[in-house]
């Protein structure tokens, strides 16, 4: 098994052979390759990559490609987005996903690579950190609303959650998992000091409990799980750039699980907007979730539970986003900050505290 991990190592060969593992692509010819652009993200090296065919090749052949490398600074990551390709994209039905010509990962290295179509001809990431506009987050809900729906309370997640049912229910130590939690919390409020206020450390030490006993307990009861992406902010989604009758398409599926659908909205708006946009547009949208998720046959799950789920998501977030982003010493200051300033204003906003 050959795992790319220089972009040295692209040649015309080399991307001719894995094309070759897709039927319809078995005739092409590569004549050349260019690399377009890179770049380095915390958990990937990246290359664009430009391809010339011989004239009789399929005029299906993708003239651009998307090279995704692992880093090793995160190799489970790697390792989760290949089992997504490999396992679980045959399982998604209609739901836009970017072509996949080859995905793998090294047991023994943990290094991984995932060989993609380029869509930036047609679709595009927002520009960091601005969100995106107002008809682009409607199609990022009504797309996260159709994924969800796909499996909702579907037996095949059994298949790709990292832990069992039976692991919830038999093996998870609760009293252990708080414990390891508070010691997690006052260092990371040792570390903060007074630059962190007395309200919000009461609001991180109060809110540890609710939020073990949330997660173990929607585990165990295993009702309204689904197939979440787990990182769902607007840079791992690409628009149209026809933005009236395109399609968004979801990427980055390197740390997708079972859990909550509400999860990825709390993720995508809870953590990542400002308040003032946040209050403004947080409602309508989730509206539109519920109402997108009933037109797609999920009628168990009521607008109180949607909404309640997603103040519980915020809570939870404090945790597996913020105080998990800066226990790692691998994510910057500058993305966990943020994300805490903003998750304190969603949690007070939302009146989190009745739930804790």
Known sequence: MRIITDEKEITPILIEEILHQTISLEQVEVRGIKMDRTQSTNTSNICFIKVKYSNESPKTAPKRLFLKMSNLSFPERGKREVIFYNMVSNHMGALPLIPCYDAKYNENTGRS?????????????????????????????????????????????????????????????????VKDQKKLVQNFLDFMGDRISKSSQNILNNSIEFYINYTWECHKEGKNLTLIHNDAHAWNVLYPKDSIDGKIYICDWQSFTVFKGITDLAYFMGIHWHPERR??????????????????????????????????????????????????????????????????RAFEDLKCNELV
């Not at 209050?279 to 799950?301: A, F, Q």
């Open 113 to 177: 690579h995932i060989l993609l179509k380029d869509l930036s001809k047609t679709h595009f990431r927002t520009e960091y950190p601005i969100p995106p506009t107002n008809i682009n987050c409607k199609k990022h809900i009504e797309g996260f609303a159709k994924l969800h729906a796909l499996m909702w309370d579907d037996e095949r997640l059994e298949e790709f959650a990292p832990k069992s049912k039976d692991h919830w229910s038999k093996y998870f130590d609760y009293e252990k998992e």
């Open 279 to 344: 209050k403004r547009l947080e409602k309508v949208l989730l509206r539109k979730y519920h109402e997108k998720l009933e037109e797609s046959g999920i009628t168990n799950y009521s607008w109180n539970e949607c909404y309640n789920d997603y103040r519980s998501a915020i809570v939870a977030l404090l945790y597996e986003c913020v105080i998990w982003q800066w226990s790692t010493k691998k994510i910057r200051a500058i993305v966990w900050w943020s994300h805490l300033e903003r998750a304190l």
